[in-house]
């Protein structure tokens, strides 16, 4: 994701830089104020705080939270297969709490509770849904906003055009108005095209990432929980690498 910012942002200044104009000519304070102001602002008018906190943790997760390793979960999943299958489900009890990733952990501890297999299935299947509808509002929150900054880009193209009208007479007022003008129309095609848009189509992609591996865990527990044979319970969990890939 870094990647793809700083090369979107090298590719328009080595666009910018060919035409001839120099890069500070972009630098427009009121340009950059009303831009990024009014497209915060209007986020948060349009975004309940809760929301707000939600969105901003899933675009931190984009940059700090290391994928599954489904490989390795398989492993893990099939070792606790073993013992379940030879003395019982509370023989995993105490593996429980150090088990990774948290959804693992929760499912076991549901399996725990819920020996019914429908009731177990039907729970983790709630956890599930409820996760991803959380996971599309945080990417709609940033689509909102991406919607909005174009637009406010273009109050910023008013307000300049409106200094140029009221310094029609003075050459250099004339020409920072029509700056001012054009930059903030350019601010806000990028921050919506350049940075809200494109992550919240990140967290979408990482959200049903997420979605296949929770069922790929949801897969393993009630294997476990049945008493799959071990060879027939990793068939069924590659079918999850197959995806991945």
Known sequence: MLAGIAIAIAAMVAGITATGIRISYFLQPTGVLIVLGGTLGVTFITTPSQALRNSARAVRKLFWESRVDRLALIDQIMALARPARIRGMLALEPMIASTNPAFLRDALTLAMDLP???QLRAALETKLRLRERQGEIDAKTLEVA??????????????GLIEVLRQFSNVAGVAAGVGT???STIYGLGLANVLLLPAAHRIRARVAEAFETDEMIIE????VLDGLHPTLMRERLNAFLESAQ
């Open 181 to 183: 003008a054009f930059v």
């Open 220 to 223: 393993g527990v009630m294997a």
């Open 116 to 118: 019914h297999r429908e």
């Open 146 to 159: 991406g919607g909005f900054a174009p637009t406010i880009g273009v109050l910023g193209t008013v307000v």
